[in-house]
C-alpha cells in the first residue's frame, strides 16, 4: 500500500511538470501565442508582481472567505432543509416542484437583481454562490436520506423508536459517507459561484482580477488569477478529504 502510494504520488507530480514543461516550451518557440495562453515563467512573474504590491495575498484572502462562509451557509441550510422534507413527504410533495424550478434556473440571470438589492457588496457575492450551491445540497442528501434501507427503519420502530431518534441513529449517521460527498461537490459550486459574483460587483478577489485583466487585455493576469484559482480549489478540496479521514477514522 505504501508503494502504491509512492507511485501515485509521483505519477501525479510527473504529469503535472510534463504538463508545464510542454507548455513553456511550446510558448518559447512560438509554437503557440504566449500573448493568448501565457506560460509558466510569465505566470511566476506576475505572481511575484502581485505579492510585490500585497495584492495576491489580498485577493486569494477574499475569495477564499467568501468561498467557506457560502459554503459553510449552503451546509447548514441544504442539510437542514433536506433533513425538514425527510419527516414529511408531503411538505416534500409541495416543495419539489420549486426546488426543481430553482435548482435548474440559471443563476447568472439572478445576478442582477440581486445587485440591485442588496447592492455591490460581498453580501451579493455570498448570495449568488449560494443560490448556486444550497439547492444541489438540498436534493442530494434527501435522495441519500430516502434512501435508507426501509427494513432498519421498520426494525427502530420495532423498538418503538421516534422519528427523531430514527433520524438521528440511523438516517443521518447512516448518510455521512453521502454527506461527505455532498461536501466535496458544495464547496465546488461555492467557489464557482463566489467568481461568478465577482465577476459581476466585486473589486477584490481571483474574479475580479479575472475580470480587470480582460478589460485591460492583460492575458498573463487572467491567466496567472485562474492558475491561482486552481489551487485554492484543491486546497478546499484537500481540507474536505482530511475531515472525511478524521470522521472515517
Do not use: C
Not at 56 to 74: D, R
Not at 146 to 173: P, V
Amino acid at each position: 500500500m505504501r508503494k502504491d502510494k509512492i507511485i501515485v504520488t509521483i505519477s501525479k507530480i510527473m504529469i503535472l511538470l510534463i504538463l508545464l514543461i510542454a507548455w513553456e516550451l511550446l510558448a518559447y518557440y512560438n509554437i503557440i501565442n504566449s500573448f493568448l495562453s501565457s506560460s509558466p515563467s510569465k505566470i511566476v512573474i506576475t505572481i511575484v508582481e502581485l505579492f510585490k504590491n500585497n495584492d495576491l495575498i489580498l485577493h486569494i484572502w477574499v475569495t477564499f472567505y467568501e468561498t467557506i462562509i457560502s459554503f459553510l451557509l449552503a451546509t447548514i441550510i441544504g442539510v437542514g432543509v433536506a433533513s425538514m422534507l425527510w419527516t414529511s413527504k408531503r411538505l416534500f410533495k409541495i416543495i419539489d416542484p420549486y426546488l426543481t424550478i430553482l435548482n435548474s434556473l440559471p443563476k447568472v440571470s439572478l445576478g442582477p437583481l440581486i445587485i440591485i438589492l442588496l447592492g455591490a457588496n460581498p453580501k451579493s457575492i455570498i448570495i449568488m454562490a449560494l443560490l448556486i450551491s444550497t439547492f444541489t445540497t438540498i436534493i442530494s442528501m434527501y435522495n441519500a436520506f430516502i434512501s435508507t434501507d426501509e427494513n432498519k427503519i421498520i426494525l427502530l420502530k420495532s423498538f418503538n423508536a421516534t422519528k427523531s431518534q430514527i433520524f438521528k441513529y440511523l438516517i443521518f449517521r447512516g448518510n455521512i459517507p453521502s454527506l461527505i460527498s455532498t461536501l466535496k461537490i458544495n464547496v465546488s459550486l461555492s467557489l464557482i459561484g463566489v467568481i461568478m459574483g465577482e465577476l459581476l460587483v466585486s473589486k477584490r478577489g481571483l474574479g475580479y482580477l479575472i475580470n480587470y485583466g480582460s478589460q485591460v487585455f492583460n492575458l498573463n493576469l487572467v491567466i496567472t488569477s485562474i492558475f491561482v484559482l486552481g489551487l485554492l480549489s484543491y486546497l478546499l478540496y484537500i481540507i474536505i478529504e482530511k475531515i472525511e479521514k478524521s470522521i472515517v477514522n
